[in-house]
């Protein structure tokens, strides 16, 4: 094979390899992946209807909403909500005493603490449907931050059955303007 034959089709391969594709790839997409062990978001108030309610839920409040709208509390329960702010909140709470067991428990008193403090304490001699709107001291709460909330009734009732213990009915809470 002559020389110069050898280096034109030399040439010719090592062309034929070049391409004009980019020197660099960009990255595939990332996506994160669905894991139901993340925490959910948490704002300032919930509603025990909202499918998110769980998020605010740390311990001692039923699984499951009944009616869609309240869910029954047990012996001490806590929740847990955002605020990105401290200042002019009020905590709010949405709840019934159950006439079946008030008969058994009489009058219930509910102590609200914030992030460990008492915010206060209220009386109610009756069943029925009720509110709490009182006005939150800057200093229990946590700015932008996630902040506890236990409302812990004096008495529950317990089953004479099974030894279950029911507070109070939760229809909502949390902090407002």
Same mark, same amino acid.
């Given at each position: 094979?002559?020389?110069?034959?050898? #280096?034109?089709?030399?040439? /010719?391969?090592?062309?034929?390899?070049?391409?004009?594709?980019?020197? *660099?790839?960009?990255?595939? !997409?990332? &996506?994160?992946? +669905?894991?139901?062990?993340?925490?959910? $978001?948490?704002?300032?108030?919930?509603?025990?209807?909202?499918?998110?309610?769980?998020?605010?839920?740390?311990?001692?409040?039923?699984? /499951?909403?009944?009616?869609?709208? *309240? &869910? *029954?509390?047990? &012996?001490?329960?806590? +929740?847990? $909500?955002?605020?990105?702010? =401290? %200042? %002019? +909140?009020?905590?709010?709470?949405?709840?019934?005493?159950?006439d079946r067991t008030f008969a058994e @428990?009489?009058?219930? @008193? +509910?102590?609200?603490? !914030?992030?460990?403090?008492?915010?206060?304490? $209220?009386r109610y001699d009756k069943p029925g =449907?009720?509110?709490?709107?009182?006005?939150?001291?800057?200093?229990?709460?946590?700015?932008? /931050?996630?902040?506890?909330?236990?409302?812990?009734?004096?008495?529950? *009732?317990?089953?004479?059955?099974?030894?279950? @213990? #029911?507070?109070? !009915?939760?229809?909502?809470?949390? $902090? &407002?303007?």
């Amino acid at each position: 094979m002559h020389p110069l034959r050898f #280096l034109v089709l030399a040439a /010719a391969l090592a062309l034929a390899g070049c391409s004009r594709e980019p020197d *660099w790839y960009a990255p595939p !997409i990332q &996506r994160q992946p +669905l894991n139901a062990a993340e925490p959910a $978001f948490v704002g300032p108030y919930v509603y025990m209807g909202n499918p998110n309610a769980d998020a605010y839920i740390v311990k001692d409040v039923a699984p /499951a909403s009944e009616g869609g709208t *309240w &869910r *029954w509390t047990y &012996r001490r329960p806590e +929740l847990q $909500f955002y605020v990105g702010r =401290t %200042q %002019q +909140l009020k905590f709010v709470m949405e709840f019934a005493l159950a006439d079946r067991t008030f008969a058994e @428990t009489g009058p219930v @008193t +509910l102590t609200v603490s !914030i992030n460990g403090k008492t915010l206060d304490s $209220f009386r109610y001699d009756k069943p029925g =449907t009720h509110s709490i709107e009182k006005p939150v001291p800057a200093e229990l709460l946590k700015a932008d /931050a996630v902040n506890r909330v236990v409302i812990e009734p004096d008495k529950v *009732w317990t089953s004479g059955e099974d030894g279950a @213990t #029911l507070g109070f !009915i939760l229809t909502s809470a949390g $902090f &407002r303007e």
